[in-house]
């Protein structure tokens, strides 16, 4: 952020392609190996198969969020482009600069954030 309270744009940008980089290698790593032929191989008891269907579940639901993240990425990204990066996609305040620092990718404030949190 630079001293008048608004987002750097450009040091927000090489965040989020550094940030989306990585999410995309943990998401295909994810993905790979929850795909992986050995998950469909007989497994010796019904345990060792109840264990390694839970396995894979969770790899694919660590690949969701990584793919969950990715669109939150590319969302902000698109928000730089068209100059809203910064403000409150709910109320259009200034999100502060703290949280935009610790979320790059946040396009709501706290005001609203917990707003949204409370009614789900």
Known sequence: MSADDTPDLAEARKRLEAERV????????LRAEADDEEWRSPKPDEAD?????VERER????AEQAREGLLRIDNALKRIDD??????SSCGKAIPAARLEARPDAELCMECAS???RVS
Do not use: M, V
């Open 22 to 29: 990585q999410l995309a290698d943990q998401e295909a790593r």
């Open 49 to 53: 198969q109840g264990a390694a269907a």
């Open 59 to 62: 790899l694919k639901s660590l």
């Open 83 to 88: 100059g809203t990066y910064g403000r409150c």
């Open 115 to 117: 707003s949204t949190r």
